[in-house]
């Protein structure tokens, strides 16, 4: 509904859900969870998909990943930590990892950040660009 209403007031053409498992309600996942809990969230996914084919919208929805650790590049298993649909109903996977160094204190981030396509169902292009964060933009920096 709330989709809905910022298309009425605002025309908007992209949303971002952030993310995934606001979505599967405590309500709703109490009364689901007697079903396959994989296959809830199927249902979450492609609910989002229809949403987005019946309003001409690019809606990008944000999942933690199985593991969050200094790897550059996750693999598509590793995006859909609870669900295979997670990776399969989107025409996209995009995954983004900032580049940083361990210290004392925790991290320094580079300001690099990689943006990795793991699917891309029209145009069939995979890969990774490297972008740098500058001036509050992301900027691609060759590789």
């Not at 009425?8 to 709703?28: R, S």
């Amino acid at each position: 509904s709330k989709i809905r209403e910022a298309i009425l007031k605002y025309d908007i053409k992209v949303v971002f859900i952030d993310y995934l498992t606001p979505l599967a309600g405590m309500t709703a996942l109490n009364q689901n969870m007697a079903q396959n809990y994989s296959i809830y969230l199927g249902q979450i996914m492609q609910e989002v998909a229809n949403i987005a084919i019946s309003n001409n919208l690019i809606i990008f929805l944000i999942v933690h990943p199985t593991k969050s650790d200094e790897t550059q590049t996750l693999s598509i298993k590793e995006v859909g930590r609870d669900s295979s649909f997670i990776t399969t109903v989107p025409d996209a996977v995009l995954t983004i990892w900032r580049e940083r160094k361990r210290n004392k204190q925790g991290f320094d981030y580079s300001g690099d950040v990689y943006l990795n396509v793991l699917k891309n169902r029209h145009i069939g292009k995979l890969g990774r660009i490297k972008l740098n964060f500058q001036d509050w933009k992301y900027n691609e920096n060759p590789l």
